[in-house]
């Protein structure tokens, strides 16, 4: 149920959370009915004036393995099916940042597994994943604190950890995770925002409502309908903003051969609108990858455009040997890291490079069988800077 980038981040903490054993769990006998996920996740107005006005997401709905994998570190479809998991289903309130006031994002999502059993080695793996996480962040610079506080005694295991995560320029913003494998499901909400008092409560407060909700269903006597999910997001260019086209690179960018492999928008349902460049050969490198996205609000694109860089190395095959690159002389918040992933008796040589400028984020990739120089990884973030800059005000 992975499916923020709130929650990826929420997941980089778990390296500090206990799995409580079964032994503390209280006992529900009931009969079991056939349980519909799409009504078992919290709508809004279970969240109190604290986040009953939260809109919800695009990326609310089902959770494919595929969807749950892709959000972590270690994970892979093949190896949540291995671990029992099924499906899931999520409905996520708020977005990334939010207004920087107050709870910025709710989130309540269910996994279903074969078997009880099957849940708990569900838990433990998203413990070990986020330990994984935690390292990869911390070797790109995060300014993260992460420490548990006391789960509600429900289900047969459970953690409850907080996490603050610290970005320049922005106040801190802490998100709360409380999961519980309660029989063959796992339940989990998260809750984000400026008040680390007010994220660790309403978690906890929520959890409670949301495994009452699982007992009733089971029991036959949870009557409820799915909440309308949001019209899903249309790829183009973004309302009010500028044609994210013109931000992208193109092949006079690069300092010798370079040839587009193709380019166009795209969707991402927790972006407003999203593009993508490709280019193979790119000058230095084999093949570079642009993506440029544009976010409600500055918050937004300035967050993300500090931790997205990590778990984009996460998906790249868990950021093996990591080196930071100085990229400070191009501005716009920039900044990257040098990669080495090795699988399959070959190494491939990658680069990250993050900017931000207003509302809007740009991210590269570049990658190359051989070894990447640092100064070619600046005159990249270079290119992409002049290019936001010219685009973007603010």
Do not use: C
């Not at 940042?97 to 996994?111: H, K, L, M, P, R």
């Not at 400070?328 to 900017?355: F, P």
């Amino acid at each position: 149920m992975k499916g923020s980038l709130v929650t990826g981040l929420a997941v980089a903490a778990l390296a500090v959370t206990a799995v409580v054993p079964a032994a503390s769990a209280k006992s529900h006998a009931v009969k079991s009915h056939a349980v519909k996920l799409s009504v078992l996740p919290l709508p809004n107005s279970a969240f109190g004036s604290a986040g009953r006005s939260l809109p919800l997401l695009p990326d609310s709905g089902l959770v494919s393995n595929a969807a749950a994998a892709g959000n972590s570190v270690s994970g892979t479809k093949a190896k949540l099916v291995k671990l029992g998991r099924v499906t899931g289903y999520v409905l996520d309130y708020g977005d990334v940042y939010g207004s920087g006031n107050g709870v910025a994002e709710v989130q309540t999502g269910v996994d279903r597994y074969k078997t009880a059993a099957d849940a708990k080695k569900g838990l433990a793996f998203w413990k070990s994943d986020g330990a994984k996480m935690v390292s990869l962040l911390s070797k790109l610079g995060l300014q993260e604190t992460a420490a548990t506080f006391g789960a509600p005694s429900l289900g047969a295991a459970r953690f409850a950890f907080l996490s603050t995560v610290t970005v320049p320029g922005l106040a801190p913003l802490s998100s709360s995770d409380v999961e519980v494998a309660d029989g063959n499901y796992v339940l989990d909400v998260q809750v984000s925002g400026t008040s680390a008092g007010t994220a660790k409560s309403l978690a906890a407060k929520l959890m409670k409502a949301f495994d009452v909700r699982l007992h009733q269903a089971q029991a036959g006597k949870l009557r409820a309908k799915p909440v309308k999910l949001p019209a899903k997001p249309k790829a183009g260019a973004p309302a009010g903003g500028p044609d994210l086209a013109t931000l992208a690179l193109t092949t006079s960018d690069f300092t010798g051969s370079a040839t587009s492999a193709g380019a166009g928008y795209h969707v991402d349902p927790a972006a407003v609108s999203e593009y993508k460049a490709d280019f193979a050969p790119a000058g230095p490198f084999d093949a570079v990858s642009q993506i440029i996205e544009w976010y409600p609000t500055a918050g937004d694109a300035t967050f993300l455009a500090n931790v997205e860089a990590g778990l984009i190395a996460a998906g790249l095959g868990g950021g093996e040997n990591v080196t930071p690159v100085d990229l400070s002389s191009a501005g716009d918040n920039a900044h990257g890291s040098l990669l080495q992933v090795t699988g399959g008796g070959s190494t491939i040589y990658l680069a990250l490079v993050a900017l931000s400028r207003g509302q809007a984020t740009d991210f590269a990739v570049a990658a190359s069988q051989s070894q990447i120089q640092a100064s070619d990884v600046q005159s990249l973030a270079q290119a992409m800077a002049s290019r936001l800059d010219a685009g973007v005000s603010g």
